[in-house]
């Protein structure tokens, strides 16, 4: 290899080194993007329901967040906790009794940029509106 040869290929690696930096860097600010995660639900919450057949109901929510599945209790104010199933994805929750001997209760709501709750509650007394906040310790 010639001295000008070499000195061709060097010049072409100090010209590739500032795309190569740049591709890193763009590299990092996307891997930082993707790990910035969707805000969660887990945790404790007073649930708000609005136009119950007996007036508006607050009750205990506790949710506990592994992935995008939870299985956790809706707190009833009758002392009876209901187990429910539950998934949240894309700011989205679904809550669901799984039936049986209870009444089956499905519940939707959207996680708002303030941080609560609201959406819709369906079950044997009728459909409602509810929201939640999360309980203070």
Aim: negative net charge.
């Amino acid at each position: 290899m010639t001295t000008r040869t070499v000195g061709f290929l060097a010049v072409i690696a100090l010209m590739a080194l500032p795309v190569t930096e740049a591709r890193a860097a763009h590299r990092h600010q996307e891997k930082k993007a993707d790990q910035k995660a969707e805000p969660g639900v887990a945790g404790r919450w007073t649930v708000f329901v609005k136009g119950s057949p007996h007036g508006d109901v607050t009750m205990g929510l506790h949710l506990a967040q592994e992935g995008q599945k939870d299985t956790r209790c809706l707190e009833t104010p009758h002392g009876n906790d209901l187990h429910v199933d539950s998934e949240f994805a894309g700011g989205s929750l679904k809550l669901a009794t799984p039936g049986g001997s209870d009444p089956h209760i499905t519940m939707t709501a959207k996680l708002k940029d303030d941080g609560t709750l609201d959406g819709y509650l369906s079950g044997p007394m009728g459909d409602m509106t509810w929201t939640a906040k999360r309980a203070s310790d």
